[in-house]
């Protein structure tokens, strides 16, 4: 069960007032284990909002799709020393950004000269 900040810092406050375990218990429904567990996160600041910061990435999107435009039959790996990354890389972007894989026109011309001598 998740219990908000605010709940969990009058639960250790109400304990530091001087009551028992018995007591924190009863009121709050909580055991001493979770109680020592909770007073040292907040001692620590553990519960203080971290700024989540963007990564920095290698392949710009834009400029990705700009190159991806510009020679869209462009092997991974041409792509990847362009942009000076690993060839993986350049695949999972693209794949984030739902370019897919080179259509091929069906039906080939190989298979269709096949098919007409066997009719």
């Not at 375990?21 to 620590?44: C, H, M, N, V």
């Not at 990435?57 to 942009?83: G, N």
């Not at 060839?87 to 894989?101: D, G, K, R, S």
Request: aromatic fraction near 14%; charged fraction near 35%; glycine fraction near 2%.
């Amino acid at each position: 069960m998740a219990y908000s900040i605010d709940y969990k810092k009058r639960a250790v406050a109400y304990k530091q007032e001087g009551h028992t375990f018995k007591q924190l218990r009863e009121a709050f429904g909580i055991p001493s284990e979770t109680y020592y567990d909770w007073k040292e996160k907040l001692e620590s600041n553990y519960y203080e909002k971290k700024i989540k910061r963007e990564r920095f990435r290698k392949i710009d999107r834009e400029k990705l799709k700009e190159a991806v435009e510009k020679k869209p039959d462009a092997f991974l790996y041409e792509l990847a020393e362009q942009f000076g990354c690993s060839p993986p890389a350049v695949f999972y972007m693209l794949e984030n950004m739902n370019i897919t894989l080179k259509k091929r026109p069906l039906p080939i011309a190989k298979n269709l000269k096949r098919n007409v001598r066997n009719i």
